[in-house]
């Protein structure tokens, strides 16, 4: 089965981790009920990797380019992306989508909604970097917490003369 098949180990590890994800998602696909959670899948079941493939999602359904999605491109969107969804599952989705009930989806509102939750040990790496940064320990990054981790004189665009050491 597909589930068994063996990943070459020369295969790189994004593309590996790319393969287990679409094949995961479509497992979870058979047995999920959450219309959110439908249309997440749905989008990683493509090889949608990350937040770039479901920004894409949103760029595609916008059919009048204006950064936000109206009930009808919403539902023209999903039929042309081929997502599957039953009408009250739709209305649904949108009203979950649609945050500050404005009757439009902007595009922060379809990734935060859309976005699988973080890993505890995702949100611990955060964390780690950000106490790292955080010298002074007030809960803020400031530039002066900054300048005592980073040294702005090894960005190109300070060696190439774009930006000063501000």
């Known amino acids: 089965t597909e589930s068994e098949q063996v990943i070459p180990e020369e295969m790189a590890g994004t593309a590996r981790h790319d393969r287990e994800m679409v094949m995961n998602a479509k ?3 058979q047995q ?4 959110i959670e439908k249309l997440r899948l749905q989008c990683l079941s493509r090889g949608s990797a990350g937040i770039k493939g479901l920004g894409r999602v949103f760029r595609i359904m916008d059919d009048d380019n204006n950064r936000t999605l109206d009930f009808k491109e919403f539902v023209k969107g999903l039929n042309d992306y081929g997502v599957l969804m039953e009408k009250a599952d739709v209305e649904s989705c949108f ?6 009930s404005s009757g439009t989806i902007d595009f922060d509102e379809f990734l935060i909604t859309l976005r699988p939750p973080m890993s505890n040990a995702r949100k611990e790496i955060i964390q780690q970097a950000f106490r790292k940064l955080d010298k002074t320990g007030d809960g803020v990054i400031t530039i002066e917490d900054l300048r005592g981790v980073y040294n702005a004189q090894h960005h190109p665009k ?5 930006w000063t050491e501000e």
């Not at 009203?95 to 500050?100: G, N, Q, V």
């Not at 300070?158 to 774009?162: D, I, M």
Request: net charge negative.
């Open 27 to 29: 497992k979870q696909l």
């Open 32 to 35: 999920c009920s959450d219309p």
């Open 95 to 100: 009203k979950s989508f649609d945050k500050d």
């Open 158 to 162: 300070y060696q190439n003369g774009e």
